[in-house]
């Protein structure tokens, strides 16, 4: 197997995305830095991803669309961190299994989540991830997310590698995977026990310590 790609949020990191409340009150920091207080209902959309409909709605309050975009995922980023450094936001337990894969394969992380935090939780954790990467702090970053292989084809390209596995927790992880022309596996977590995927996997895993029996399964092939 020549590279084992993980996804982050629901793989790695407790919980299948980020907590609503961070958007809402990384929203509230961007356009209190912007200088502007909408209503009610346009900030619900503020704190939404219709990059139509932030883009109009930035238009009505003259503010850059894109500058409000950055603002908002870096303070997401930032307070996340602090989520996760505090525990707030803990990891899976199985995921003492990373450095071990690590020192037997390539490893690396790619996720629709923002890139800083990519980084942040792949050096606060030390798994040994050759390559992390997340979404772009864009608009067009955003477009680019799962189930686009875009991500996914870049680390490949970064790694030097032409196939290998993907891990994900979720149906636009099966699909980015195949479409990446990876082999795939999806973890059962709590929840996503009764998910129903739009593709077959290749493998169906309970645990990620269930990757170094698949990494002695390839290489005895």
Not at 34 to 47: K, T, V, Y
Not at 157 to 182: H, K, M, P, R, W
Request: hydrophobic content about 30%.
């Amino acid at each position: 197997m020549q590279a084992i790609l993980f996804d982050m949020d629901g793989v790695i990191l407790e919980g299948p995305r980020t907590d609503p409340q961070v958007y809402a009150d990384a929203t509230s920091y961007a356009l209190s830095e912007l200088g502007i207080d909408p209503a009610s209902e346009q900030r619900e959309a503020f704190r939404g991803f219709d990059t139509d409909i932030i883009t109009d709605h930035a238009a009505t309050h003259g503010i850059d669309p894109d500058e409000f975009w950055q603002l908002k995922d870096y303070r997401a980023s930032e307070l996340t961190h602090e989520r996760v450094r505090s525990g707030e936001r803990g990891v899976y337990d199985d995921v003492e299994v990373l450095p071990e894969l690590a020192e037997r394969t390539t490893t690396a992380l790619v996720t629709n989540n923002r890139h800083r935090t990519a980084e942040f939780v792949g050096d606060h954790f030390e798994f040994g991830f050759e390559s992390v990467r997340g979404r772009d702090p864009s608009m067009d970053g955003y477009q680019r997310r799962k189930p686009d292989p875009y991500y996914l084809d870049e680390t490949l390209d970064e790694l030097g590698v032409d196939g290998g596995l993907y891990v994900g927790d979720s149906g636009v992880d099966i699909t980015a995977g195949q479409n990446a022309d990876l082999e795939t596996a999806f973890v059962r977590r709590s929840h996503n026990r009764s998910t129903e995927l739009p593709a077959e996997p290749d493998y169906e895993l309970e645990s990620l310590t269930e990757l170094l029996d698949l990494l002695e399964t390839a290489g005895s092939r």
